[in-house]
């Protein structure tokens, strides 16, 4: 008698494809409805989602297409979790933060007008002075201290005089002082003078005469170019947080950052040494705070460049106790 022992019970697999149109929370924040596909039972999101997100997903990621749009399974996102919850109809997603795209609050730049063409132009600015004493003596006289000067498209040619005893045809007299020819280009920042000027050192320095030729930078060409060194606060919170900045204690700056990494290089000029703590704080997390000490000098001899950099603490997006 032969003995036919049963077939070992399967569990059957699930190979067909399913819509589940559910509500998603990103890190606890409302993330929209979608279309999520079941097949096999792996989740599957749409390419559009992720970029609602700010999910960042790499270009070698595998994508399948379904009637015709093409979606990412969620377990091949790095530092994503997800849950679904089918009796809610949600689905859940824990995103780390640097999984999030970053964001850069940068500051906004004044609209530079344009430059009209130079006019040829004739000017004279002159200052007199005149002196006149009663007595046993009378003495009487007049000087004056002008300047001349022609502007045209090649530039600005001046000439400073000095007069004495103007008024008396017999002892007046005329003396040069400086003569000097100055271009500015200012497109690319830079002046050119010949003949004879006045260098200026700087703050702490001499004023200087000099004759020839003197070419070089000059930053009063670019009003909108910030000689100050700029500070940069960056970080990164897993949700949507708001950023404070204090220097020596006093709330300079509020912003408002998504989740993810994110740089602030809008913040306000600094000039001196002292404290820059900084607040990240979520709607449901407690704030955590960073301090760094801040030290920039009061101007540059080149476009300020990103200095000062800090990172503050994460904002954790476990619930406060």
């Not at 049963?6 to 890190?27: F, G």
Request: charged share 20%; aromatic share 8%; hydrophobic share 40%.
């Amino acid at each position: 008698m032969r003995c036919i022992a049963p077939a070992a019970a399967q569990v059957p697999m699930e190979t067909i494809e399913r819509v589940l149109p559910v509500e998603v929370t990103v890190n606890k924040t409302p993330g929209g409805i979608w279309p999520i596909v079941s097949r096999a039972g792996v989740l599957h999101a749409p390419v559009e989602a992720f970029a609602s997100w700010r999910i960042e997903v790499r270009p070698d990621t595998p994508s399948t297409e379904f009637r015709g749009l093409r979606y990412y399974a969620l377990p091949s996102i790095p530092g994503l979790d997800s849950r679904l919850d089918t009796e809610r109809n949600v689905l859940e997603l824990s995103v780390e933060a640097g999984s999030f795209a970053a964001t850069r609050l940068t500051r906004e730049l004044g609209t530079t007008l344009a430059q009209s063409p130079p006019i040829p132009a004739l000017f004279l600015n002159y200052d007199l002075n005149f002196n006149q004493s009663f007595g046993a003596v009378r003495e009487r006289d007049m000087g004056v201290l002008g300047e001349a000067g022609w502007s045209s498209r090649w530039g600005v040619l001046t000439q400073t005089f000095i007069g004495r005893d103007v008024e008396d045809s017999k002892l007046r007299a005329f003396g040069r002082l400086e003569t000097a020819l100055r271009r500015d280009f200012a497109g690319s920042g830079y002046t050119l003078v010949l003949g004879d000027s006045t260098l200026r050192i700087g703050l702490l320095g001499r004023a200087a005469y000099f004759g020839g030729v003197q070419f070089g930078t000059n930053f009063d060409l670019s009003p909108t170019v910030n000689r100050q060194p700029i500070p940069i606060v960056a970080g990164e919170t897993s949700a949507p947080s708001v950023v404070q900045l204090y220097v020596n204690d006093v709330l300079r700056q509020t912003s408002n950052v998504p989740a993810g990494p994110f740089t602030l290089d809008n913040l306000p000029a600094l000039s001196g040494n002292g404290q820059s703590p900084c607040a990240c704080a979520t709607s449901w997390a407690a704030r955590h705070w960073s301090r760094s000490p801040s030290s920039s000098p009061p101007t540059c001899w080149r476009p300020a460049p990103t200095t000062g950099r800090s990172k503050p603490a994460r904002c954790a997006s476990t619930s406060a106790p």
